[in-house]
């Protein structure tokens, strides 16, 4: 597992694809998993403020994030209860436009399949954003439509809005998701974690 650990935090696969964009920065994977954690957090990539702490979801998504599962920094952060696994283990950067880049799908090919064995089996898993709905669901349904069929997967899986600010408006217009699925989310997890 150490070793595992290791590669993903040497790999340097988008090092040119990095310095492309208009942050021009280089790869600091941010790995955050160890075997046995009951929770799966399945994000997306880490944004540039995760990329400057090397700590997932230190941002305000995931402040939203964690009060989207009931819990504090304290559990978020422990390791041996939850793992983060994005898509990409790296800040994708940002384009012309300032606008995020997606996941490289190289990361995920490399890594993934990989991580996820080496994680054994969650008790719970959370997936946040359509990339990881994507590939843990193989679905290519829209977000809004994978997030309503919640219930389809629950209670081992719950599949999430990204916590960005930018969904505010699909939340107001969504207000199922704080009524019925963002309870049933808080109270999985609690039993998962207990």
Same mark, same amino acid.
């Given at each position: 597992?150490?070793?595992?650990?290791?590669?993903?935090r040497?790999?340097?696969?988008?090092?040119?694809?990095?310095?492309? @964009? &208009? =942050?021009? /920065?280089?790869?600091?994977?941010?790995?955050?998993?160890? $075997?046995?954690?009951?929770l #799966?957090?399945? %994000?997306?990539?880490?944004?540039?403020?995760?990329?400057?702490?090397?700590?997932?979801?230190?941002?305000?998504?995931?402040?939203?994030?964690?009060?989207?599962l009931?819990?504090?920094e304290?559990?978020?952060?422990?390791?041996?209860?939850?793992?983060?696994?994005?898509?990409?283990?790296?800040?994708?950067?940002?384009d012309?436009?300032?606008?995020?880049?997606?996941?490289?799908?190289i990361? @995920? &090919? =490399?890594? /993934?399949a990989?991580?996820?064995?080496?994680?054994?089996? $969650?008790?719970?898993?959370? #997936?946040?954003? %359509?990339?990881?709905?994507?590939?843990?669901l193989?679905?290519?349904?829209?977000v809004?439509?994978?997030v309503?069929?919640?219930?389809?997967?629950?209670?081992?899986?719950?599949?999430?809005?990204?916590?960005?600010?930018?969904?505010?408006?699909?939340?107001?217009?969504?207000?199922?998701?704080?009524?019925?699925?963002l309870?049933?989310?808080?109270a999985?997890?609690?039993?998962?974690?207990?």
């Open positions: 597992m150490t070793d595992l650990v290791d590669e993903i040497a790999c340097t696969l988008c090092a040119d694809r990095f310095a492309a @964009t &208009a =942050t021009a /920065h280089r790869p600091r994977p941010v790995v955050w998993f160890r $075997p046995g954690a009951r #799966l957090i399945a %994000g997306q990539a880490p944004g540039a403020r995760v990329h400057q702490s090397g700590q997932p979801f230190t941002d305000p998504s995931g402040d939203r994030l964690r009060d989207w009931g819990i504090g304290d559990i978020f952060y422990d390791r041996d209860r939850v793992a983060v696994i994005p898509m990409a283990f790296c800040f994708p950067g940002y012309a436009k300032g606008s995020d880049l997606p996941p490289p799908s990361c @995920t &090919a =490399t890594w /993934h990989r991580v996820m064995a080496a994680l054994g089996a $969650p008790a719970l898993t959370v #997936l946040v954003g %359509g990339h990881a709905h994507r590939w843990h193989g679905t290519r349904a829209p809004t439509q994978t309503l069929d919640w219930r389809a997967h629950a209670p081992a899986i719950f599949p999430l809005p990204h916590p960005s600010w930018r969904n505010t408006g699909w939340i107001r217009k969504n207000p199922w998701f704080e009524t019925d699925l309870p049933a989310l808080r999985r997890v609690r039993e998962v974690l207990a």
